[in-house]
Structures are given as structure tokens and as C-alpha cells.
């Protein structure tokens, strides 16, 4: 557990799925308690880590590490990927983000010398496309990807599905 003023990070634990679920669920793009449970099971299996930011006993933010990126390039390679970063829009720019981020990229760097990350291409990946760039993740120059493959010349509608892969090394 790390704490910082009224800032603590700490792992997930089973009874997280639903308060962050519930927390999230007012958000434009909520997600099912389900997804949490899943990360909490990949947790236990030791195929994600998953970190959450709490204020005042309430869950502000978490992000997720996956410790094999279904992303082939980086599979291969045996890059851990950054997956999941959110942080409630009240306590957004003021550090929680990147006190994640610099949390999971220290775990990270117990594993290996690069950490990757997919963000989005809509709008709505704006700030996560921002924080990226400010941490110094840079293009892995394979291009835009959709549902963790590459695109090859298809035309394709901006979607929650597509992004770009970036790598920083560490």
C-alpha cells in the first residue's frame, strides 16, 4: 500500500469488483460488475494486477497490468501492457493517473525493461492519449490496431476497438 496525502493505492480485493463497479457505473462508458470480476479472477491467477486509487475510503480510479498483451508483437516479446487506466472525472488532472501510472510501471520494471500500452483514437481516449505522450510511451510503428490485431489497408469507422499500440522503455 502506498499513500500520499488522502491518496492510497492498494491491490484490488474481491469485495473492490462491486464498489468500483458501482462507482463507475455513472460514467458515460460504464462496465458491468462482471469485467471486475474478471479482472479479480485474473488477479488470483496471476495473469493481471489490477491497482486502485482510493480518497476518503472511496475507489477514485484504478489501472490494470496484464502481464501477457493478447497484442502478438508484444506477446512475443514478453511486454507487460498497461490496460485499463480510469480515473472519476472530479478527480482527473490532478496526479491520481499518473500516481497509478508510476505505480505499475515500478511492478513493470521487476519484470522487464519496456511496458506497452493500447489507448484508443476517439475522443474519448483523449486524456489517456495525453498522459501516454507526457510518460514518454511512444508508437511501437506497426500502426493503428483493432481488437488487438493490426490493420492491414481496411477502412474502418473509428470505434472504441481501434488504437494504437505505444511502448516506453523503462
Known amino acids: 500500500m502506498d499513500s500520499d496525502g488522502d491518496i492510497i493505492l492498494k491491490d484490488m480485493e474481491e469485495q473492490d469488483c462491486r464498489l468500483i463497479a458501482e462507482v ?15 479482472y479479480f479472477q485474473q488477479k488470483k491467477s496471476d495473469i493481471r494486477d489490477i491497482i486502485i486509487a ?10 490494470t497490468i496484464v502481464w ?17 487506466i480510469r480515473v472519476l472525472p ?18 513493470v520494471a521487476e519484470f522487464g525493461a519496456y511496458c506497452a500500452a493500447g489507448v484508443g483514437l476517439s475522443e474519448t481516449y483523449a486524456a489517456a492519449q495525453s498522459l501516454y505522450a507526457k510518460r514518454g510511451y511512444v508508437p511501437d510503428g506497426k500502426g493503428i ?3 488487438d490485431q ?11 476497438n481501434q488504437g494504437l499500440m505505444m511502448i516506453k522503455r523503462l
Not at 457505473?25 to 460504464?30: C, I, N, R, T, V
Not at 501477457?68 to 485499463?84: A, L, T
Open 68 to 84: 501477457e498483451s493478447n497484442y502478438e508483437d508484444f506477446k512475443e516479446q514478453h511486454i507487460p501492457e498497461i490496460k485499463d
Open 24 to 38: 463507475f457505473s455513472k460514467e458515460e462508458h460504464s462496465t458491468p460488475i462482471k469485467l471486475y470480476q474478471s
Open 54 to 63: 482510493w480518497h476518503k475510503g472511496q475507489v477514485i480510479g484504478y489501472v
Open 150 to 160: 493490426d490493420i492491414l489497408n481496411d477502412q474502418l469507422e473509428v470505434d472504441d
Open 145 to 147: 490496431f483493432y481488437m
Open 90 to 107: 472530479e478527480y482527473q488532472r490532478q496526479g491520481i493517473a499518473s500516481r497509478l501510472m508510476d505505480e505499475a510501471e515500478k511492478r
